[in-house]
């Protein structure tokens, strides 16, 4: 017996599609769907489902996917077939069309359908939110922030927030995105660059020259031209390696109370990108389970409308835990589910530790140096203070 219920009036929606997480995109690629089989079957473990609507999402039509990909770029995934022997890519092969086959965004068997099914499980969270049948919206196989209109781009073929975004704001006249992948949200700040409707914040590594995409500086705010309504609604926090869950929490609390005190969002996005935990593959942070889901609880305290998507996170069993914690925040049972891991949890071994907040000492052995002074962090966070002052709901 979990004892584990339903807080009554609260209501939690997951959606999902176990077709997504057959696919692969290569044995060398650190993309693995099957995290999410991972996260999931500890999410279950925990009993959580009983607390939550459950469904099993549809996959996006074309038209779904139209409202913000070029008919062309959608027509070419619709029929690219994986290639039989991989291609060099750096030998400037003149069929790598929209950047798809390179070895970042491979073809593999069916890449369409992955991709559709992704949107689509974003986009029945953002219309549970927008019908008020659902407080917070989950969709773990979503957050793929770096698609853009017509190219696939780090991992990311199609941009299923972008997306289900449009669709919020057919219903909320303001919509804030936070980003907290590892890696900058730069498909989401372009596919809104341009609208006062939307405010978009990324926490990221940044490293122009050595770390992916190479944007979202502490002054890339939005365009540069006064006149457009777009100007001063983008938000970027760079970091450095090693962050710890204070600095973060810190961070996070402060730029996203002032945010939501100026913008005065009327629902909020959030991705949850699990790569900003330490111990990822791609990752750079220090980041434990419970920092990471810490953004998640300030965000639920925010009181509006909430849709929770997944994104980059590469090792497996770190990326169940977080979503497990945070799905666990969701229904507003982490004080009650215990930190070692149930018993009859399927693949129980592939988590290592068998506790759901492993230490740091646990998960790296020495932690990553930290390379974020706290003179640095106030200064990000003057200068979202300074912007914000040019931004009003
Ligand atoms: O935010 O850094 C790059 C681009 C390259 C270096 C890597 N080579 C392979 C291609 C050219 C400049 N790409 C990043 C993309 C990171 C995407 C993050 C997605 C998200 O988390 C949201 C889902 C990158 N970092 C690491 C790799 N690519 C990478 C590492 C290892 C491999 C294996 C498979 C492929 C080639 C060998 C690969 C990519
Ligand atoms: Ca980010
Ligand atoms: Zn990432």
Known sequence: ESGITRPKGYNVSFHCNPEMEKHHFGVTHPMKPWRLTLSKSLIYSYGMSFAMNNYVSRAATYEELADFHSTDYLDFLGTVLPEPVPRDVENQNPDLRFNL??????????????????????????????????????????????????????????????????????????????????????????AFFSTDRVMTVSFHKYDPNNFFPGTGALDDNGPKNEQNPGAHHAVNVPLNDGITDEQYDMLFNTIISRIVEKFRPSAIALQCGADSLAGDRLGRFNLQVQGHGACVEFCKRMNLPLILFGGGGYTPRNVARAWTYETSIAIGCQDKISDVLPQHTPWRDQFRQETLFPTLEQILGEPRQNKNPPKRLQDIVNHVSEQLRFVQA
Do not use: T
Not at 102 to 115: H, Q, R, V
């Open 101 to 190: 086959g390179g070895s970042d965004c491979p073809l593999f068997e069916g890449l369409y359908d992955y991709c559709s099914m992704s949107a689509g499980s974003a986009l029945d969270a953002a219309r549970k939110i927008c019908a008020n049948q659902s407080d917070i919206a989950i969709a773990w196989g979503g957050g793929l922030h770096h698609a853009k209109k017509a190219e696939a781009s780090g991992f990311c073929y199609i941009n299923d927030i972008v997306i289900a975004i449009l669709e919020l704001l057919r219903h909320y006249p303001r919509v804030l995105y936070i980003d907290i992948d590892v890696h900058h949200g730069d498909g989401v700040e372009e």
